[in-house]
């Protein structure tokens, strides 16, 4: 009843409110019936895949040839440098106790300048010690002289002596002759004593002669005192100078014109022999130590030029030239060098040190001290082909 009391067209509607949730319409089941895609899309998503692959090959190509790329660069620059100077440590050559103090710290000196005085007190004692042996031996020689001369006054004496005795033996055997002619014109006791200062005669010739013998012989001898006289008088001489140079080492002075640095000892202080006194660095011959990688080394030869920048000194540039490179690394040199045939390898690349100096005429040069940190770069020309190792 409730039913035919309802109109037709109600009922329906309310049954379609309730079922359309349930019956949404399905996408088109033939794939022809959606749109094609856009070309631009496509070029959209192509787009970032071509940048990367062309990103990746570019630095695979970098890495493959950036040893040869960077060679070939007319410029290499390194910040592995520093300023370098040849610094002089003064050591105590004698020993004894400081006297004399010559020099402040970080002092500015001149050559020949004195830095410090060891006490001289027993090294000029020593001097006097051996000046003295040396008029000492001096003296004995001169003595020996004198007698070698006095000797050969004897021989000469000796000498006309057995002249002499020659005269007498001749005319004591003419005596002797004229006595034996004369027969027995003359007695017997005259030719006796006639024959007998004969000879007397003659054994005086041969005694004067036996003098004479004696008394060159006795010259030899002297003169063979000579030879060890002389070689004692060259060792006077020599501890003479032993002892003036241990005086003059009692004073030390500077080699050079520089800036010391720190004093390591003080007045009062006792020193040996190799005790370090003071460091003294050229300032007028300061350079650059740079090391640089063995890539960068292929057009660098002596005669380069140079640009040096002082991290002190921002801003401001100083000029220079190669004037040598190291006959090897810096891991050749080192206390315990690298023992490659052991244990895995990995490659390093080595540095070499090069040194630099200063072109003259550049004030900023005298306000630079050793170990500043600096930056060098070296203008390799580019006709040169491997210049740097020849």
Known sequence: ??????????????????????????PPSNAQDAPPPAQGSLRRALIPVIATTLVVG????ALLNW??????????TTDDAQVAADVSTLSARVSGNIRVLGVDDYAAVKKGQLIAEIDPDQYDAAVRLASANVDAAKASLDNLHNQELLQSAVIDSANAQHDAAIAQEIQAREEAERQERLGGATSIQNLQQAEAAHLEAQASVTSTAANIEQQKAQLKVLQGQEGTLKAALDAARANLDNALLLQGYSRIYAPFDG???LNLVHVGDYVGVGTSVISVVPISSLYVAANFKETQLERMKPGSIAEIHIDTYPGQTLTG????LSPASGAVFALLPPDNATGNFTKVVQRLPIKVVFDPGQPLVSRLRAGLSAEVTVRTPADVEGGGLK
């Open 67 to 76: 040893d040869e790329w960077l060679a070939s660069w007319p410029t290499q």
């Open 1 to 26: 009843m409730r039913a035919s009391g309802v109109p037709n067209n109600v009922e329906p509607a309310v049954r379609t409110d309730k079922v359309v949730p349930e019956h949404v319409p399905a």
């Open 259 to 261: 800036v010391v640095g």
């Open 321 to 324: 030239k190669i004037v040598g």
């Open 58 to 61: 570019l630095a695979v190509a």
